[in-house]
Each structure stands twice: as structure tokens, then as C-alpha cells.
């Protein structure tokens, strides 16, 4: 195959990839998701689950999909054309291009919401709004901010503007540089959480809600819940890891990348669990809250401890940067499918990419006012959204990913940038072959009666 070059550019190193993709992993999803669903599904038994897919799915993948990306260096969609062409595959495989571009738009509608909400939460609690506030108050005050659609969409429109803003700076001068600054900012914040989760003095309480796995409380939903968690912590699936992947020097090793990225989001994850869960039982909260759960049980817990006003703004700080640069990473597909097939300029692509999330982001806005009552399939724009990007199409582009690389690409081409055909290649060349795919679908035939 021959060597191609990006038209977008290249990252400084192969640090920046990985501080990169690290920034578009580390996001919402361990800081706000990964505490509320393992709440909901019982704690220690879906965190096994949860690591099990990470190993058993997460890692092969996406050591798959930074190795498509630096192969076809282009968007999504042309990455795969690319490719499909050279392997002289059916042309219908470019449809896995489109499905990510497609995903990472819809995921960013609601993310960007969610990142309104911890702005909104940054300022809230810096002000002191929380201070010496009971449970009553604070459940109120959530409540409040999601009966607001013009509180929620103005935080969405600022939200979107600054992810924008970055992108339109490009691979280097933007991406890059934003997470050169906020990724250290985020492990930082994230370490004085812990640190301030171990002077609640039930901090074991914490650790054994994460690590005591009771089976008993495991459900058929929480395996697919996990597994699709799994692709969204990693942010697998939908094409931001193979665009991240088709700006990474020739040189980079994909596979130690990969092990990097994965590690540090399963990390942070856990870190953020084991900030949260201590301070939510310190103040006898309930880890089972949902999505509320660091929007209400933490402001309580704020409120009412010493420091709190300083932690608390530190702790919304820390997400706000996390989720943007995970947003980032989100829109890049379409920008640069927009910039490679429609002729566009950077900025001109980000206008109308942006402009489009933005207007499908007033639906999640409103899931929680106007429109809360309206439902499909019994959940909520928002719930609906979520469950379709999360649950479905980013573990259904994952095993197509997995699939492609494992079967359609020449062995040749995929040990040529894995680096030989030794012990590690033979294994994940197995494990995508086999294991992920596998694993996925028997997953999805499970889910099938729970839906
Ligand atoms: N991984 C991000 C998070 O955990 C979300 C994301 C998903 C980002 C898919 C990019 C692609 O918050």
C-alpha cells in the first residue's frame, strides 16, 4: 500500500497522539457516566465487566482503528473508500465512514448539553450558591436548571462555540495545543479530589463499592450497558480514534499507543469513581442517583464541607475541561469529511458542522422541559439519543472495525503497521479476528430481549 500523507496535518509526536487521544477518551463518560451507571448497576460486579470489555474488546479495537486511520489518513469515509479499494473489498464497507461521522454528530448534540450543565455547576458552586444547602435545595436547584431551556441552550451555545474554536485552528495550533494544557490541568484536579475523597474517612467504603463485585446485582442490561461503555470511554467506534490515528507520524508503535490511551482512560475512570463515591457516602447519598448523581449528591457534599466552595468549583472545572476535549475529537470526522468532499475551507466546515449540532442539540435541551413527556420506545430525546449512539452504533461500528481489520485487510498491510509478526501481533490479530467480534455480537443477541 502506498504511503499517504494527511491533508489536515500531522501531530508534533507521538506524545501528542497520545495525549490526544487520551483527551478525546477522558471525558463525560468517566467523570459523569462511568459513577452514575455503575451506581445504577450495582458498583463492583459491572466494574469487572466493565474492565473485562476494555481488555477483551476495548484495547483490540482501538489499536484496529488507529491502525485504519494511519493507513488511509484521511476522513473516516475516505479512509475506508481508501482502503476498501485497496483490498478490493465490496464498496459498501465505506458505510462504516459514514456511520462514525454520523455517531460522533449525533453524540455531540447531547454532550454538549451535559458540558453545559457542569459550566453551569462550575459557576453555581463557586458562587457559594450551595453553601450549608440540604438535600431539598439542591435536588431543586437541578431540578430548576433543566426547567430552564434558555439557561440550558445558552450553556450549549457556549459550549459548541469553544469547541468549535478549537477545531477551526486545526490539528496543531488547535487540538494539539488544547490538550497540552488541559490534559496535565485534568490529572492534577482529579489527584486533589482523591486526595480530598481520602480525608472523608470512608474512603474503604468507597474502594469496596468499586471492587467488591455481588453478582446478584448484575442484570442483563448492565453486560450491555458495560460493553457499550466501554466503546464510549474509549471513544471507539465512530471515527475520532481513526482520524486521531491518521495524524500519527509513520514511526509511532500503534500498539503501545494504544495500550497508553486505554490505560489512562480506565485510570481516570476509576480515580473519578474513587473521588466520588467516598463523598457520596460520607453525607448518606445514594450512589443509584443517575444521571443527577454528580449534579445533586455533590453539591450537597460541597456545600457542607470545609473547602468545599474551592473543591467543588475545582471538581466542575475538571470536567468542563475534560468533556471539551473529548468534544473536540467528536466533530473532526465531519469537519474533515466536509473539507475533503465538499470543497470546504477549516473554518467553513466548522461553521456548518457546528451549526448543525447545535440545532439538533436544542432536542436534548428540551427532552428535559417541553418536551420531557414525549417518548420513544419509552425514553426520552435524550435517553433515546444516548441509547441509540452509545448502545448500538458505536459498538456495532467497533465490530465492523474489528472485522475489517481481522478479515478484509491483507495481513500484510496490518503486521506491516503493527510492526512484524511477532507474539503481541499474533494476539491481536486473533483477538480481533475471534475474541472482540465475538464478544460484541453475543452481547448484542442478549440485549435483543432486554430492548
Ligand atoms: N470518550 C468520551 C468520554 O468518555 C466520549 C466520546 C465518545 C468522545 C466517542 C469521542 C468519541 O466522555
Given at each position: 500500500?502506498a504511503?499517504?500523507?494527511?491533508?489536515?496535518?500531522?501531530?508534533?509526536?507521538?506524545?501528542?497522539f497520545?495525549?490526544?487521544?487520551?483527551?478525546?477518551?477522558v471525558?463525560?463518560?468517566?467523570?459523569?457516566?462511568?459513577?452514575?451507571?455503575?451506581?445504577?448497576?450495582?458498583?463492583g460486579?459491572?466494574?469487572?465487566?466493565?474492565?473485562l470489555?476494555?481488555a477483551?474488546v476495548?484495547?483490540?479495537?482501538?489499536?484496529?482503528?488507529?491502525?485504519?486511520?494511519?493507513?488511509?489518513r484521511?476522513?473516516?469515509?475516505?479512509?475506508m473508500?481508501?482502503?476498501?479499494?485497496?483490498?478490493?473489498a465490496?464498496?459498501?464497507?465505506?458505510?462504516?465512514?459514514?456511520?462514525?461521522?454520523?455517531?460522533?454528530?449525533?453524540?455531540?448534540?447531547?454532550?454538549?448539553?451535559?458540558?453545559g450543565?457542569?459550566?453551569?455547576?462550575?459557576?453555581?458552586?463557586?458562587?457559594?450558591?450551595?453553601?450549608?444547602?440540604?438535600?431539598?435545595?439542591?435536588?431543586?436547584?437541578?431540578?430548576?436548571?433543566?426547567?430552564?431551556?434558555?439557561?440550558?441552550?445558552?450553556?450549549?451555545?457556549?459550549?459548541?462555540?469553544?469547541?468549535?474554536?478549537?477545531?477551526?485552528?486545526?490539528?496543531?495550533?488547535?487540538?494539539?495545543?488544547?490538550?497540552?494544557?488541559?490534559?496535565?490541568?485534568?490529572?492534577?484536579?482529579l489527584?486533589?479530589?482523591?486526595?480530598?475523597?481520602?480525608?472523608t474517612?470512608?474512603?474503604?467504603?468507597?474502594?469496596?463499592?468499586?471492587?467488591?463485585?455481588?453478582?446478584?446485582r448484575?442484570?442483563?442490561?448492565s453486560?450491555?450497558?458495560?460493553?457499550?461503555?466501554?466503546?464510549?470511554?474509549?471513544?471507539?467506534?465512530?471515527?475520532?480514534i481513526?482520524?486521531?490515528?491518521?495524524?500519527?507520524?509513520?514511526?509511532?508503535?500503534?500498539?503501545q499507543?494504544?495500550?497508553?490511551i486505554?490505560?489512562?482512560?480506565?485510570?481516570?475512570?476509576?480515580?473519578?469513581?474513587?473521588?466520588?463515591?467516598?463523598?457520596?457516602?460520607?453525607?448518606?447519598?445514594?450512589?443509584?442517583?443517575g444521571?443527577?448523581?454528580i449534579?445533586?449528591?455533590?453539591?450537597i457534599?460541597?456545600?457542607?464541607?470545609?473547602?468545599?466552595?474551592?473543591?467543588?468549583?475545582?471538581?466542575?472545572?475538571?470536567?468542563?475541561?475534560?468533556?471539551?476535549?473529548?468534544?473536540?475529537?467528536?466533530?473532526?470526522?465531519?469537519?474533515?469529511?466536509?473539507?475533503?468532499?465538499?470543497?470546504?475551507?477549516?473554518?467553513?466546515?466548522?461553521v456548518?458542522?457546528?451549526?448543525?449540532?447545535?440545532?439538533l442539540?436544542?432536542?436534548?435541551?428540551?427532552?428535559?422541559?417541553?418536551?420531557?413527556?414525549?417518548?420513544?420506545?419509552?425514553?426520552?430525546?435524550?435517553?433515546?439519543?444516548?441509547?441509540?449512539?452509545?448502545?448500538?452504533?458505536l459498538?456495532?461500528?467497533?465490530?465492523?472495525i474489528a472485522?475489517?481489520?481481522?478479515?478484509?485487510?491483507?495481513?500484510?498491510?496490518?503486521?506491516r503497521e503493527?510492526?512484524?509478526?511477532?507474539?503481541?501481533?499474533?494476539?491481536?490479530?486473533?483477538?480481533?479476528?475471534?475474541?472482540?467480534?465475538?464478544?460484541?455480537?453475543?452481547?448484542?443477541?442478549?440485549?435483543?430481549?432486554?430492548?
Open positions: 500500500m504511503k499517504r500523507q494527511s491533508l489536515h496535518g500531522e501531530w508534533s509526536s507521538r506524545w501528542a497520545i495525549l490526544a487521544a487520551t483527551g478525546s477518551a471525558g463525560l463518560g468517566n467523570i459523569w457516566k462511568f459513577p452514575y451507571i455503575t451506581g445504577e448497576n450495582g458498583g460486579a459491572f466494574v469487572l465487566v466493565y474492565l470489555c476494555i477483551l476495548g484495547i483490540p479495537i482501538m489499536i484496529a482503528e488507529i491502525m485504519l486511520g494511519r493507513l488511509g484521511r476522513s473516516p469515509i475516505n479512509t473508500r481508501h482502503l476498501v479499494r485497496e483490498a478490493r465490496n464498496p459498501r464497507w465505506q458505510y462504516l465512514g459514514w456511520l462514525g461521522v454520523v455517531a460522533g454528530f449525533l453524540i455531540l448534540s447531547y454532550y454538549s448539553v451535559i458540558a450543565w457542569a459550566m453551569a455547576y462550575f459557576f453555581r458552586v463557586a458562587s457559594g450558591m450551595f453553601d450549608g444547602a440540604d438535600a431539598d435545595q439542591v435536588t431543586a436547584a437541578f431540578d430548576g436548571l433543566l426547567a430552564s431551556p434558555e439557561v440550558l441552550l445558552a450553556w450549549h451555545t457556549i459550549f459548541m462555540l469553544m469547541t468549535m474554536l478549537v477545531v477551526a485552528r486545526g490539528v496543531r495550533a488547535g487540538l494539539e495545543a488544547a490538550v497540552r494544557l488541559l490534559m496535565p490541568l485534568l490529572f492534577v484536579l489527584a486533589v479530589m482523591v486526595g480530598y475523597a481520602m480525608s474517612g470512608v474512603f474503604m467504603d468507597g474502594v469496596r463499592f468499586l471492587f467488591e463485585p455481588d453478582f446478584s448484575l442484570s442483563g442490561t453486560v450491555l450497558v458495560a460493553m457499550g461503555h466501554a466503546f464510549f470511554t474509549l471513544s471507539l467506534g465512530m471515527g475520532a481513526m482520524i486521531y490515528g491518521s495524524y500519527l507520524p509513520q514511526n509511532a508503535s500503534i500498539a499507543a494504544g495500550f497508553w486505554a490505560g489512562a482512560d480506565t485510570l481516570v475512570a476509576l480515580m473519578a469513581g474513587l473521588a466520588i463515591f467516598p463523598i457520596v457516602f460520607a453525607n448518606g447519598l445514594e450512589p443509584g442517583a444521571p443527577g448523581l449534579f445533586v449528591t455533590l453539591p457534599a460541597f456545600g457542607n464541607m470545609p473547602a468545599g466552595t474551592l473543591f467543588g468549583a475545582l471538581f466542575f472545572l475538571l470536567l468542563v475541561f475534560a468533556a471539551w476535549s473529548s468534544a473536540i475529537s467528536l466533530i473532526e470526522p465531519a469537519v474533515t469529511h466536509l473539507v475533503e468532499d465538499h470543497g470546504q475551507s477549516r473554518i467553513q466546515a466548522c456548518k458542522a457546528g451549526l448543525a449540532t447545535w440545532l442539540g436544542i432536542g436534548t435541551v428540551l427532552s428535559f422541559n417541553w418536551w420531557a413527556d414525549i417518548k420513544v420506545f419509552g425514553k426520552t430525546f435524550f435517553d433515546a439519543l444516548d441509547f441509540l449512539t452509545a448502545n448500538i452504533m459498538p456495532l461500528g467497533g465490530l465492523f472485522i475489517f481489520a481481522g478479515w478484509v485487510l491483507s495481513r500484510r498491510d496490518s503486521e503493527l510492526g512484524g509478526d511477532h507474539l503481541g501481533y499474533r494476539l491481536w490479530h486473533f483477538t480481533v479476528r475471534y475474541v472482540s467480534p465475538l464478544a460484541v455480537f453475543v452481547v448484542f443477541l442478549r440485549s435483543i430481549e432486554v430492548i
